[in-house]
């Protein structure tokens, strides 16, 4: 059986059509145009879905990668910054739509998955997939297998109270470690220290190879929330492996500098967690979602 894969992301629509061996068959872009509200996008997630179908004459199992996840008890998506959805019963929608079972997950898991079924920690049991972008979360994985946790919460990282009375998190809490180490939180940061409106990878690359005092402010206090956060994670899960994965993993003093400051933090006298840069770059979704049936 083929395997379909849908990334749902906030700018465009990602699908894919994988043989049994996992090799790319079909691979379609379309523009998500949320601003045209749920109805259109769910009704171009099913066109999208028909499209591919129709580009094999095999049955295909499917898949789909959404931000947010599924509420356990009412059946709806929450959490997407694809604020349409939120409240919405996508899941049974598109099954409705398309008369078949689909599975979905988060775009975390599907990351995670995909990375430890396909990507930099094949190989290892147990894996810890982190997304640091505009937010932060993450996805665990046991032999191939999503760990979604009781409240389908297992992962969120982003959530832990890094600064007790911090900064305000949108989530209602304080001190969140998603305040700190996103992308957004960063260049946030760096703003307050005087420095110019630049983005992450422009900061770095400016600044990394001739360091002043602002640059060394801020990148110390990123690297010591970096370490405390991701260390707090392993003393509980301890995987075999971490990837990262979002723009801020790009930064290369992440896999040198951050690990040692990962390690340094760990509740044991051996500390030697990989700390992976991730292989699948943003296809990581739409792979995740493809294998969700299968694995």
Not at 256 to 268: A, C, D, L, M, R
Request: hydrophobic fraction near 40%.
């Amino acid at each position: 059986m083929n395997k379909i894969g849908i990334d749902l992301g906030g700018t465009k629509i990602e699908g894919i059509l994988l043989d049994q061996q996992n090799q790319v068959l079909e691979r379609i872009r379309v523009p998500t145009q949320q601003e045209n509200g749920y109805e259109a996008i769910l009704s171009r997630i099913v066109t999208l879905i028909k499209d591919i179908q129709s580009r094999s004459d095999q049955a295909a199992s499917i898949g789909i990668c959404t931000p947010g996840a599924i509420e356990p008890t009412e059946g709806v998506l929450k959490n997407s910054n694809t604020v349409c959805l939120n409240g919405k019963p996508l899941k049974n929608d598109l099954e409705s739509a398309l008369d078949c079972s689909i599975e979905m997950e988060n775009d975390a898991n599907c990351f995670a998955l995909a990375e430890a079924a396909l990507g930099a920690a094949k190989g290892y049991s147990t894996v810890f997939g982190v997304i640091m972008g505009s937010g932060v979360g993450g996805g665990i994985v046991f032999s191939q297998r999503i760990h979604r946790g009781r409240l389908f919460i297992a992962g969120e990282w982003g959530h832990i109270t890094l600064h007790p009375n911090g900064l305000n998190c949108y989530c209602g809490r304080q001190g969140c470690v998603e305040k700190y180490i996103s992308g957004t939180a960063l260049e946030m940061r760096w703003n307050e220290l005087g420095g110019e409106n630049l983005a992450l990878d422009q900061i770095v690359s400016k600044f990394d190879p001739l360091p002043d005092d602002r640059y060394r402010k801020w990148k110390t206090e990123f690297l010591d929330n970096f370490g405390r956060a991701l260390a707090t994670v392993i003393n509980i899960v301890d995987p075999d492996a971490i990837v990262l994965g979002g723009g801020v993993s790009n930064i290369p003093f992440l896999y040198n500098e951050g690990s040692k400051i990962v390690q340094n933090n760990i509740f044991s006298d051996f500390s030697d967690t990989p700390i992976l840069p991730n292989q699948l770059g943003d296809s990581a979704g739409v792979f995740g979602a493809a294998l969700l049936q299968e694995l």
